[in-house]
């Protein structure tokens, strides 16, 4: 046979009816030695001497004698301690029941928030996270806790929402080349007149899309493993990487005749080199790309204080500072800087950014005056 179950409710009214009773026992105790005391006083007090009591209506006038008025005395005490006891626990257990029944009714009224908040999160889904606790009432411990749950549901609702994005622009991505593939093969079997030329021409282009496919699913793969955290720690130098990201990207500053400035000082971060060496290849990448032509890249690296601090900026297009923000999320290009088929899939700048929180690093970026853009990622140094 399965017990009922002990909700929080009944333990406090245990509780509470437990404590009263332990002090009402105690007080019991207290009391009944006290009048045990003053009642054993009084009788050493009373004169333990016999009395003479002659009995007139008897034969002779005989004489008999009476107990001692101690005796009495004693008797008497004892049959009202007796009595006093009795009474006591019969109401140590009448008011220990109603103590029961008034912390019944109080420990349901002191648990009402919770309740209300363990009815809410019932109801509450990946379809509705827009709903709150919204508690009312002093601040004290239950609304803190409903306000602490009220802001993970804000938090896990901003989550939801940008993995929902994420889901569909990522098939929209992935679903565009493929349509492109399929095109391209369908025109070429169409074609009775199809020669080696154009057939090598449909082979290069399915190439192409192929390769495009790799650099999002790599894109892809990079931003999940960042997304995951670092499994373990080194000593990473940023001027080194950010060299190897100059010469491995020297080409595209030379095609676009960009004037690159490089102020490499001594700065060494703690964490995963790879992950690193990505995010500034990524940043020189998104400066050189979003560039003016003949226009300047500037990157830098410093220590100041415990950070390790990377600048990448660049000239280019003027941005809103209110879009700032949003060139960090994952497929997002500002209008007029990307296209759709540039070679750029919108996830550069979010790689970046889950690095950095994969780093716990500081990542600030904000326009500049005359156009472009300039990020600093401030990394705890590993020194």
């Known amino acids: 046979m399965r017990l009922p179950t002990r909700t929080a409710r009944m333990r406090l009214t245990l509780l ?3 404590l009263f009773l332990l002090l009402g026992t105690v007080l019991l105790a207290v009391v009944f030695l006290l009048v045990s005391r003053s009642g054993a006083i009084q009788a050493s007090a009373v004169a333990p001497q016999p009395h003479v009591v002659q009995r007139l209506n008897t034969p002779f006038g005989a004489l008999s004698f009476s107990p001692p008025a101690q005796n009495i005395v004693v008797a008497q005490h004892n049959a009202d301690l007796a009595r006093l ?3 006591s626990w019969v109401v140590l257990a009448v008011t220990t029941a109603g103590a029961a029944v008034l912390g019944w009714f109080a420990a349901g009224r002191v ?3 919770l309740r209300a908040i363990t009815s809410t999160a019932q109801t509450i889904s990946a379809g509705n996270l827009h709903q709150r606790l919204a508690l009312k009432g002093p601040d004290d411990e239950f609304k803190r806790l409903g306000d602490t749950l009220d802001d993970l549901l804000g938090r896990l609702e901003g989550s939801f929402e940008a993995q929902r994005r994420f889901v569909a622009n990522a098939s929209h991505e992935l679903r565009t080349p493929l349509t492109l593939e399929r095109t391209l093969l369908q025109v070429a079997l169409a074609d009775p007149n199809a020669s080696e030329r154009t057939l090598r021409a449909v082979c290069e282009e399915l190439l192409a899309s192929q390769a495009d496919q790799e650099r ?3 894109a892809l793969l990079t931003l999940a493993s960042s997304e995951r955290g670092l499994e373990s720690r080194q000593l990473v130098d940023l001027p080194e990487l950010a060299e190897a990201a100059i010469r491995q990207l ?3 500053i030379d095609a676009r005749r960009l004037v690159l400035e490089v102020d490499l ?6 964490g995963d080199p790879a992950l690193i060496g990505r995010l500034i290849a990524n940043l020189v990448d998104n400066a050189i790309d979003h560039n003016l032509d003949g226009g300047s890249v500037e990157v830098g690296t410093e220590s100041y204080g415990e950070a390790a601090i990377l600048n990448v900026s660049n000239a280019g297009p003027s941005i809103a500072a209110n879009d700032v923000d949003r060139l960090f999320d994952p497929f997002q290009r500002l209008a007029g800087a990307r296209y759709a088929h540039d070679g750029h899939h919108g996830l550069g700048l979010s790689i ?3 690095i950095a929180v994969a780093h716990d690093a500081e990542l600030t970026a904000e326009p500049r005056p005359g156009g472009g853009l300039s990020v ?3 990394f705890p140094r590993g020194d």
């Not at 000082?265 to 703690?270: D, Q, Y």
């Open 265 to 270: 000082e001594p700065a060494t971060a703690s």
């Open 16 to 18: 509470y009816a437990g």
């Open 216 to 218: 999002l699913l790599e």
């Open 111 to 113: 648990l009402r928030p």
């Open 250 to 252: 020297g080409a595209k």
């Open 376 to 378: 600093a990622v401030r």
């Open 352 to 354: 970046v950014r889950a």
């Open 85 to 87: 006891l009795t009474i």
